[in-house]
Protein backbone atom coordinates (compact mmCIF):
# COMPACT_ATOMS: atom_id res chain seq x y z
CA UNK A 1 0.00 0.00 0.00
CA UNK A 2 1.00 3.18 -0.78
CA UNK A 3 -0.05 6.57 0.78
CA UNK A 4 0.06 9.81 -1.37
CA UNK A 5 -0.13 13.11 -0.61
CA UNK A 6 0.48 16.61 -2.63
CA UNK A 7 1.69 19.95 -2.00
CA UNK A 8 3.00 22.70 -3.72
CA UNK A 9 -0.16 24.18 -5.85
CA UNK A 10 -1.29 27.69 -5.38
CA UNK A 11 -1.77 30.71 -7.81
CA UNK A 12 0.78 31.82 -10.90
CA UNK A 13 0.56 34.42 -13.21
CA UNK A 14 0.95 33.11 -16.65
CA UNK A 15 5.18 32.53 -17.74
CA UNK A 16 5.41 31.80 -14.08
CA UNK A 17 6.96 28.70 -12.11
CA UNK A 18 5.74 26.73 -9.37
CA UNK A 19 7.13 23.33 -8.01
CA UNK A 20 4.65 20.65 -6.66
CA UNK A 21 5.76 17.59 -4.59
CA UNK A 22 3.97 14.29 -3.83
CA UNK A 23 5.75 12.93 -0.22
CA UNK A 24 4.87 8.81 -0.69
CA UNK A 25 4.52 7.18 2.48
CA UNK A 26 4.31 2.63 2.72
CA UNK A 27 6.19 0.03 0.94
CA UNK A 28 8.44 0.07 -2.06
CA UNK A 29 8.43 3.69 -3.07
CA UNK A 30 11.64 3.50 -4.75
CA UNK A 31 10.37 0.43 -6.97
CA UNK A 32 7.16 2.32 -8.32
CA UNK A 33 6.75 4.16 -11.67
CA UNK A 34 5.55 7.64 -10.53
CA UNK A 35 3.52 9.91 -12.32
CA UNK A 36 1.45 13.43 -12.66
CA UNK A 37 -1.82 13.75 -14.02
CA UNK A 38 -4.39 16.64 -13.89
CA UNK A 39 -8.17 17.66 -14.09
CA UNK A 40 -9.81 20.95 -15.31
CA UNK A 41 -13.15 21.94 -14.60
CA UNK A 42 -15.52 19.64 -16.78
CA UNK A 43 -12.82 17.93 -18.52
CA UNK A 44 -11.42 14.16 -18.24
CA UNK A 45 -8.24 13.22 -15.95
CA UNK A 46 -5.26 13.83 -17.95
CA UNK A 47 -1.32 12.55 -18.15
CA UNK A 48 0.95 15.01 -17.36
CA UNK A 49 4.14 13.27 -17.13
CA UNK A 50 5.87 9.92 -15.34
CA UNK A 51 9.27 8.79 -14.00
CA UNK A 52 10.28 5.23 -14.22
CA UNK A 53 11.50 4.06 -10.43
CA UNK A 54 14.84 4.65 -11.12
CA UNK A 55 14.46 8.61 -12.39
CA UNK A 56 16.18 7.54 -15.73
CA UNK A 57 13.66 7.64 -17.88
CA UNK A 58 11.10 10.47 -17.97
CA UNK A 59 7.84 10.96 -20.07
CA UNK A 60 5.93 13.83 -20.82
CA UNK A 61 2.54 14.85 -22.52
CA UNK A 62 2.78 17.13 -25.68
CA UNK A 63 1.30 19.66 -24.04
CA UNK A 64 3.62 20.43 -21.39
CA UNK A 65 7.05 19.06 -23.30
CA UNK A 66 9.65 21.51 -22.88
CA UNK A 67 7.93 23.40 -19.73
CA UNK A 68 7.21 20.77 -17.08
CA UNK A 69 10.09 18.53 -15.63
CA UNK A 70 9.27 15.55 -13.55
CA UNK A 71 12.12 14.08 -10.96
CA UNK A 72 11.89 11.92 -7.99
CA UNK A 73 14.21 11.60 -4.79
CA UNK A 74 13.95 8.39 -3.59
CA UNK A 75 15.99 8.73 -0.22
CA UNK A 76 12.88 11.77 0.60
CA UNK A 77 10.27 9.43 -1.02
CA UNK A 78 9.21 11.67 -3.06
CA UNK A 79 8.13 12.82 -6.48
CA UNK A 80 8.36 16.34 -8.46
CA UNK A 81 6.93 18.68 -10.86
CA UNK A 82 8.81 21.53 -12.01
CA UNK A 83 6.40 23.81 -14.03
CA UNK A 84 7.88 26.47 -16.19
CA UNK A 85 6.31 28.88 -18.51
CA UNK A 86 3.03 28.48 -17.09
CA UNK A 87 0.22 28.78 -19.13
CA UNK A 88 -3.97 29.56 -18.31
CA UNK A 89 -4.44 26.36 -19.94
CA UNK A 90 -2.15 24.71 -17.36
CA UNK A 91 -5.09 25.33 -14.18
CA UNK A 92 -6.33 22.44 -12.96
CA UNK A 93 -6.16 20.15 -9.65
CA UNK A 94 -3.20 18.27 -10.18
CA UNK A 95 -2.68 14.73 -8.93
CA UNK A 96 0.01 12.11 -8.07
CA UNK A 97 -0.30 8.38 -8.77
CA UNK A 98 1.94 5.41 -8.24
CA UNK A 99 2.22 1.91 -10.06
CA UNK A 100 4.62 -1.35 -9.84
CA UNK A 101 4.46 -2.36 -12.84
CA UNK A 102 7.32 -2.29 -15.27
CA UNK A 103 5.59 -1.53 -18.67
CA UNK A 104 6.69 1.29 -20.70
CA UNK A 105 6.70 4.96 -19.34
CA UNK A 106 4.43 5.56 -23.16
CA UNK A 107 2.09 2.57 -22.07
CA UNK A 108 1.04 3.76 -18.20
CA UNK A 109 0.52 7.77 -19.88
CA UNK A 110 -2.56 6.29 -21.84
CA UNK A 111 -4.97 5.84 -18.76
CA UNK A 112 -6.08 6.16 -15.07
CA UNK A 113 -6.98 2.92 -14.86
CA UNK A 114 -2.82 1.52 -14.82
CA UNK A 115 -2.19 3.28 -11.75
CA UNK A 116 -2.63 1.59 -8.72
CA UNK A 117 -2.50 4.70 -6.04
CA UNK A 118 -3.83 8.29 -6.18
CA UNK A 119 -3.53 11.26 -4.09
CA UNK A 120 -5.91 13.94 -3.15
CA UNK A 121 -4.75 16.25 -5.45
CA UNK A 122 -3.30 19.98 -5.44
CA UNK A 123 -4.98 22.69 -7.22
CA UNK A 124 -3.36 25.16 -9.95
CA UNK A 125 -4.35 28.26 -11.09
CA UNK A 126 -2.49 30.29 -13.90
CA UNK A 127 -4.22 33.71 -14.24
CA UNK A 128 -3.41 35.72 -17.41
Known amino acids: QVQLVESGGGLVQAGGSLRLSCAASGRSFSTHVMGWFRQAPGKEREFVAA????????YNADSVKGRFTISRDNAKNTVYLQMNSAKPEDTAVYYC?????????????????????WGLGTQVTVSS
Open 97 to 117: AAEQGSRSLAYYSAGVSFWDY
Open 51 to 58: INWSGART
